[in-house]
């Protein structure tokens, strides 16, 4: 029984020969198999021959697939090692840039509080120097006023004195026009020194006094008036010492108010310096902190660039690597099959079917 199912396997395997080697041709490698065996089948031997160099092809495909195996898994190996370390850097540089852009709005604000500072301190320069023109247009209109009521209290001592004068000659014994001289006299000094002076009425009553006959016809009369002048000019050279007192303080105040205003715009002139500089210094930082910030995302972006070149590479080398394995998986089945026929099986009919075998 044993022996009828043997011839039976052995019949059908031999029968399958045939549509085995056509598919064997079908593939480029097995037709290049086949075409060295059927050289080979025409020399004495050749089934062993045949068998040890298809033994030989096995064990080099087993060969050169582990090796293509190990020489891929290092190859994606080191795809994952770059991937990583382009990951490393991308996640640096984000790390990177966010710090530099935190600090960015800071330095903004201190660059523009700087350059409000500036803009307060000249504005303020500029207020100080418009007091200085105001103070010294004041300075000067109250100088001249000053010097216009001077020269007016000099001119009304000295017509106080040229009145003296004229009413002692109505103490001579021949006064002749000294009474008319006096009334003119005394219309001059009015008009011409005490209009606006405080000694107006003083003087004008004096003057009135002099040519009242009642009193310029008694010498003693006279003599009171004189000596009420002198009284008058010195109340006169008073007021003008004081008025002059007064001008020197004044003089003094201005300028001490002007040196104010100088030591004050020196004093802002330098801390315009030192926050101009400070202004330029953040500024610059400024600058600084956006372009690390933009050279952080170029970086980024050139590693992703990286990322996805290096993704198209490795995939292209795995797929190919995959390839290359299933094309050797396939030589190596054709080989197998092969070095099973020639092991198991061979015979004539078997040598028949290899050499009719179109290839």
């Known amino acids: ?5 043997f011839i039976a396997l052995l019949a059908c395997i031999l029968g399958q020969q045939p549509e085995m080697l056509e598919q064997i041709a079908q593939n480029s490698f097995g037709r ?26 096995f064990y080099d495909l087993r060969d050169e697939d582990a090796r293509s195996s190990k020489a891929n898994g290092e190859r ?44 307060q301190k000249n504005a303020e320069i500029q207020r100080n ?25 000099i001119g009304l001592i000295n017509g106080l004195k040229q009145a003296q004068q004229i009413i002692r000659q109505l103490q001579t014994s021949h006064p002749g026009g000294a009474l008319v001289q006096l009334k003119e006299h005394h219309e001059q000094l009015l008009k011409s020194y005490a209009a606006n002076s405080e000694f107006k009425n003083m003087a004008s009553l004096l003057m009135e006094l002099c040519t009242d006959i009642k009193i310029h016809s008694d010498n003693d009369n006279v003599q009171v008036i004189v000596d009420i002048i002198n009284d008058l000019i010195e109340s006169i050279y008073d007021v ?28 802002l002139q330098g801390q315009i310096a030192d926050d ?49 394995r299933v094309s050797r998986n396939e030589q190596i089945q054709i080989v197998l099959q092969l070095l099973e026929l020639f092991e198991n099986n061979f015979n004539d009919r078997t040598r028949a079917a290899l050499l009719q075998i179109v290839v």
């Open 1 to 5: 029984m044993k022996a009828i199912i």
């Open 276 to 324: 101009q500089v400070a202004a330029e210094f953040a500024q610059q930082r400024l600058e600084d902190l956006q372009q690390q910030a933009l050279l952080q995302q170029i970086i980024y972006d050139n590693k992703e660039v990286e990322r996805k070149s290096f993704e198209v590479a490795c995939k292209e080398d795995n797929n190919a690597a995959e390839q290359a």
């Open 32 to 57: 290049q198999i086949l075409q060295t065996i059927q050289l080979e089948l025409t020399q004495e031997n050749a089934a062993r021959q045949i068998y040890t160099m298809l033994n030989k092809l």
């Open 129 to 153: 120097d418009q007091l200085q023109i105001n103070f010294s247009e004041q300075r000067r209109k109250e100088h001249q006023l000053y010097e216009q009521k001077r020269d007016e209290l």
């Open 240 to 267: 003008q010492k004081r008025e002059m007192y007064a001008e020197d303080w004044a003089q003094k105040f201005f300028e001490q108010d002007l040196l104010r205003l100088s030591k004050e715009n020196v004093r």
């Open 76 to 119: 994606q190996a080191q795809c994952s090692d770059q991937f990583t370390q382009i990951n490393t850097i991308q996640e640096k540089a984000l790390v990177s840039k966010a710090d530099y852009e935190r600090q960015i709005p800071g330095k903004q604000e201190e660059l523009t509080n700087k350059l409000a500072q500036v803009e």
